[in-house]
């Protein structure tokens, strides 16, 4: 099955900064998600993006399909950012709804 | 907005007991799914749904059912909980007008004494 990669998985930001994220996938893809789960679990749709550039925001997302990455960018990090990013995606050819997930970066912003 | 809501958000049950998981989506979906998260493990998916009475195994099917007698709803069953059933099960819907976009509700946190 697809592999999905995230990097880093730790990221421990002072508030005010700015970070990306990574997501490298080893297939071609038809669907790509990022998502934010808060501490209460709940996760959180942010873009969905298979290919192109997205902003809402301070937050921003890249896919760049033909080499099979995508980059999420947090600019001007608030405590609130704090939790797990997951990238998902979804196999070319395949049922078009089923999302593989990566491990996901946990993400910790600090006063 | 699309809305998914589940019917618990936390649940202690006993081993051996049948438990059953219920989610409601409100934006006429076609598909449904259940994962379940783990540490170390990430999110695995369980079983989905692409139409009524319809289902699919995902990766994790083993001791679990699913039942989608309706369009708006999908249940995930547990016929006798184990310990290693302990987990973070949640809920997904997408649809072909969203572009197979999934949206998740909230989570059930499940306990298996």
């Known amino acids: 099955g697809i592999q999905v990669e995230q990097s880093p998985p730790d990221l421990i930001l002072q508030e005010g900064a700015n970070s990306t994220l990574r997501c490298n996938f080893s297939?071609?893809?038809?669907?790509l998600q990022w998502f934010h789960q808060n501490p209460w679990g709940q996760l959180i749709n942010l873009f969905y993006?298979?290919?192109g550039t997205k902003q809402n925001g301070r937050l921003s997302a890249t896919t760049v399909a033909t080499e099979r990455y995508s980059l999420l960018y947090i600019s001007s990090s608030q405590t609130t950012d704090s939790g797990v990013y997951f990238c998902?995606?979804?196999?070319?050819?395949?049922?078009?709804?089923?999302?593989?997930f990566g491990t996901g970066t946990r993400l910790q912003v600090t006063l | 907005d699309v809305k998914v809501t589940q019917s618990s958000r936390y649940l202690v049950k006993r081993t051996g007991e049948k438990v059953f998981l219920e989610c409601v989506q409100d934006?006429?979906?076609?598909?449904m799914f259940w994962y379940r998260q783990d540490p170390g493990l990430g999110l695995r998916l369980i079983y989905f749904?692409?139409?009524?009475?319809?289902?699919e195994k995902g990766d994790i099917p083993e001791g679990y059912s699913v039942s989608r007698e309706k369009k708006e709803r999908f249940s995930l069953i547990l016929e006798s909980a184990s310990t290693n059933q302990t987990s973070m099960y949640l809920c997904?819907?997408?649809?072909?007008?969203?572009?197979?976009?999934?949206?998740f509700g909230p989570g059930t946190r499940l306990t298996v004494t």
């Open positions: 997904a819907s997408s649809d072909r007008q969203d572009s197979y976009e999934q949206y």
């Open positions: 297939d071609s893809v038809n669907n």
């Open positions: 993006i298979p290919s």
């Open positions: 998902a995606v979804a196999l070319f050819g395949g049922t078009a709804s089923k999302l593989t």
């Open positions: 934006m006429d979906h076609e598909n």
């Open positions: 749904s692409y139409d009524v009475k319809m289902k």
